[in-house]
């Protein structure tokens, strides 16, 4: 009972964060405008097709999370993996990071595997897609730093805004606060059960990466990684030829874009609601993109991603217990 209250007030806490942030994001935002522009002035085929390069790279998500599951002597069914990796994009618009889980649950359940050992390949899985963002991050910090420096140059209550954030005694003093009561309490975060659950993580990635040494087609693998996040990538950038106002942009401002709002989906919110959104606006602006029109553009590229979600996740959720039913 205990649990159930305190998922439930989990829920509540992060559904209320997102909200917020939401509000926070288009509270100022013309109702009448944004209806107005997206029943008149949306071409919604590249919306069709950003879906189909989104399903796209969830088909290559399954087949490379079975390529990583095969040294492990078993070989699930390519149905049942694809329908636990949308059942796990669906949990995680419930609960954020209970995907993971979710998802190893049911392909342990339907295909009698090992959870601790497919939990193993999902760790190594989610260190890839970081070390994928990363280079990317890195793309668009060489690729577009003159851009971001003319935007403060041209935006001066910005750079000032930042300035007095990294700048601010109280910001230095937190940062030195914390490194000497990181140093001082070693031991004890040593013996912390903090600790012991980072170890845990850090023994299931070996496990993991004993797993991508035993497999057979590594370089699928590598190719499995590349492909999915360029569908990623071009399931928003495509959505900027949905609006005339977004149509111009280069591929290298959809990547930026692309980029700051993926680190907006990392924030603890159901589906990243609020912090995608604003990650978006922003990101747009600095290509001189109206605020009110980066609120459209992100509104339309973010529901129409949930939609499908939504809609994928829930008929795997039915699906998998009549695909299964002779199995069971």
């Known amino acids: ?18 909200v ?19 029943k008149n002035d949306v071409n919604y085929w590249w919306v069709w097709l950003s879906l189909f390069f989104g399903l796209l790279s969830h088909i290559s998500r399954t087949m490379r999370w079975n390529l990583m599951i095969e040294p492990l002597g078993k070989k699930p069914r390519l149905l049942n993996t694809f329908l636990a990796v949308m059942v796990g994009y669906l949990m995680n618009l419930v609960f954020p990071r209970m995907g993971e889980i979710s998802r190893c649950g049911v392909l342990a359940r339907y295909e009698k595997m090992s959870f601790t050992q497919l939990i193993g390949t999902v760790v190594v899985e989610r260190i890839i897609d970081v070390i994928m963002l990363l ?11 003159g851009q971001v420096i003319q935007f403060l140059e041209n935006n001066p209550d910005v750079k000032e805004k930042l300035n007095s954030v ?11 606060s914390v490194i000497i009561v990181l140093y001082l309490m070693r031991n004890k975060l040593l013996r912390s059960s903090l600790f012991e659950k980072v170890r845990g993580i850090l023994i299931k990635f070996a ?7 035993a497999m057979k087609n590594k370089w699928a693998f590598i190719a499995h990684s590349v492909f999915i996040w360029g569908m990623y990538y071009l399931m928003l950038y495509v959505v900027f030829f949905s609006f005339d106002f977004t149509s111009h942009l280069s591929m290298i401002a959809g990547l930026t ?3 700051l709002g993926s680190y907006g989906m990392v924030a603890p919110v159901q589906g990243g609601i609020g912090a995608w959104h604003f990650m978006v606006v922003q990101a747009l602006m600095v290509y001189g993109i109206d605020k009110a029109d980066g609120m459209v553009f992100a ?21 998998l217990p009549f695909i299964n039913r002779t199995k069971e």
């Open 257 to 259: 874009t692309f980029v």
């Open 1 to 18: 009972m205990k649990q159930k209250i305190v998922k439930t007030l989990k829920f509540l806490a992060f559904l209320a964060l997102g």
């Open 207 to 213: 496990e993991g990466v004993k797993s991508i040494k």
């Open 135 to 145: 280079i990317l991050t890195f793309i668009v910090i060489v690729g577009q730093f």
């Open 20 to 38: 917020l942030l939401f509000w926070l994001v288009y509270k100022d935002q013309d109702v009448d405008r944004l209806k107005s522009v997206l």
């Open 299 to 319: 509104l339309l590229a973010h529901t129409s991603m949930t939609a499908m979600m939504i809609i994928v996740g829930l008929l795997s959720l039915l699906a």
């Open 166 to 176: 990294a700048l601010s005694p109280w910001a230095v003093l937190s940062v030195i």
